[in-house]
């Protein structure tokens, strides 16, 4: 078994879809490939970013069926969003991941809106780290699903052997308070680049990244130099500021769209609303 991811820095990358709002596997993967042409070592795909939970399971199928069947260096990391509101298919998810050739990990999410308590999200995730025997990485986010995974909790999680990492949207100066495994190593990952310097100084290692999209190697090395100590400005933070302003989905699409030739679509609906 696997259980360490060896890249701190990944892109979480859109999800593309037609004008009619049906998945575009074909453009997914297009832009997966240019940015790993530009040198990136590592995607997420079906994260937030990725429109996970408006996407079905037959949809998630079909993504991971299409990166089967593109050709990647050995070397090139992908992760994959698992979280769905139905545990079954989360599950039915996980079993295709784990028999993945070209998928190295997964991004767990929690089910939103039901609001488990903390002893059934304790046992959702020890019922997919039964089935995927590969790296995982918590994702605590409670803005977007409603959930928040207790201190108390994540520490009792923290047995799991292939649980490498923490991705902490929530109050992410918590991060403190986790009990980190003495036998291995354990990574807390920022979500997006905002506040990215300050997470740096409370113990974030690692990155998930949007602006990553557009400027990947830019963001992959000021990223490195915060993680160095040097506190220096993004040199595109201008347009980040501007492609934040907005709703980002849309806009983030639409700029990839132009920047590579690829006919990303918009997100979905009420995303992109005007």
Known sequence: MKTNLQCAYHIAVPTAFFKDEEL?????????????????????????????????????????????????????????????????????LAQAIAHSTKIAGVLLGFPPYILPTQQEAKAYVLAIAKIIQKPIILYNNPKRTGFDLAVATMNELMTIPQLIGLKEAGVYQRISQFHLPKNRSFYFYAGGEANLAEKITLGFTRLSSIGGNLYPKEMEQWFQELLAGKNSPFCHQEALDELFSESVLPALKQAISENEGIKMGSARLPLGNT
């Not at 530009?38 to 037959?58: P, R």
Request: glycine share 8%; net charge negative.
């Open 24 to 92: 575009n596997v074909s453009a997914t993967i297009q832009h997966v490939s240019h940015l790993q042409r530009q040198g990136v070592s590592s995607v997420l795909i079906c994260g937030s970013t990725g429109e996970q939970h408006s996407l079905t399971l037959e949809e998630k199928l079909a993504l991971i069926e299409g990166i089967e069947q593109t050709v990647f260096p050995e070397s090139f990391e992908i992760l994959f969003g698992v979280a769905s509101i139905r545990q079954k298919e989360a599950e039915l």
